[in-house]
């Protein structure tokens, strides 16, 4: 067995007994390429009664964190989880959904709430009627650009909902984050919100960190590969540099099987040959750095190994059909 991984016998926190486990290496990798970018948070507080609608944010995440009370969550195929005080929710694909009190509550878009600005990236809406002012419920809710860079493919495996049992196992460690969160929401302190704002971020990592540790739910495609020992190598090299431009016989040399065992396991495993697996993620890596990192198209193409920004921008519009400026200026038009 490699160092990289490690056989599971029901040790806390990682999987089932059997399995292999990725190992911290790489799960440290794929939190490292983790971005949260455009994050805009709200402190809500609401009354005994009340209905919040949030509308889908393709592209985005929703997280939530219920700090005071209880509410239900009912997502857009009616689906409803049951939330208490210290839950936090992750949606990575902002699907909508509503937070309400219970069935046949009115709901009202969260946007039509007046806000009061408490730092640059977090807000306070109070909701409460003016009848009881006294909150029934509080909330820190918020969304954000999420993507996991050259792992996004793991992002598209991830449930609609990831509704965090703080105390599972699946979590540890969690526990103190949130009730810190829920210390901070409710003392009104001085820095409170930016304070909560990175919480919330750390917590995010946490919830997607505790997924991939458990084996995303799922085993085919791209988390069967990260939980092969041999292929998890490779995968781990090719992320570490993608500026390299490998051969499949240094990617089975980093694995330690021969060339053909290994190009037939990749392909078999992933649903493409390892090459094209290694291009596709340096332009998914240049498409990130040109658009969120606003990097000269000149800079991303001597970070990725190519000996010209002609022959980059020649490969980048072969890969994704458009030159590397045209990545820019779509993340401008959005963003308007």
Not at 76 to 98: C, I, R, W, Y
Not at 131 to 141: K, L
Request: include cysteine; glycine fraction near 10%; hydrophobic fraction near 40%.
């Amino acid at each position: 067995m490699t160092e990289s991984l490690q056989y599971l016998t029901g040790t806390p926190g990682g999987g089932v007994p059997g399995q292999f486990a990725l190992s911290s290496d790489l799960i440290s990798e794929l939190l490292t390429s983790m971005r949260l970018r455009g994050v805009r948070y709200r402190r809500v507080q609401v009354g005994p009664q009340f209905g919040l609608n949030f509308d889908a944010e393709p592209g985005r995440a929703y997280f939530h964190f219920l700090a005071v009370g209880s509410a239900v969550l009912r997502t857009e195929d009616g689906t409803v989880h049951e939330l208490s005080a210290g839950n936090a929710v992750f949606m990575p694909h902002g699907k909508s959904h509503q937070l309400v009190s219970g069935p046949d509550v009115p709901v009202q878009g969260i946007d039509s709430f007046d806000a009061v600005t408490l730092s640059n990236a977090v807000c306070d809406v109070d909701a409460c009627p003016g009848a009881d002012p006294t909150p029934s419920a509080i909330f820190f809710t918020g969304f954000m650009e999420f993507d996991l860079g050259g792992m996004e493919g793991l992002s598209q495996l991830m449930p609609d909902v990831m509704l965090v049992d703080a105390e599972g196992q699946r979590y540890p460690g969690l526990m103190p984050i949130l009730t810190s969160m829920r210390r901070e929401v409710c003392s009104g302190r001085v820095g409170f919100a930016g304070i909560l704002a990175r919480l919330a971020e750390v917590a995010a990592a946490m919830i997607v960190r505790g997924w991939i540790e458990c084996g995303c739910d799922s085993t085919s495609g791209l988390v069967a590969a990260l939980r092969d020992p041999r292929l998890a190598c490779a995968l781990l090299a090719l992320h570490r540099q993608p500026g390299h431009h490998w051969t499949v016989a240094e990617l089975a040399a980093e694995s330690h099987v021969s060339r053909s065992v290994f190009a037939d396991r990749f392909q078999t495993t992933i649903g493409m040959p390892p090459l094209r697996y290694a291009t596709e993620l340096r332009m998914l890596l240049a498409g990130q750095w040109l658009a969120q990192d606003t990097m000269p198209i000149h800079s991303v193409a001597q970070r990725l190994g190519y000996s010209s920004q002609a022959a980059f921008s020649r490969a980048f519009k072969r890969v994704t059909g458009r030159p590397p400026g045209a990545s820019r200026d779509i993340t401008r038009s959005k963003a308007v």
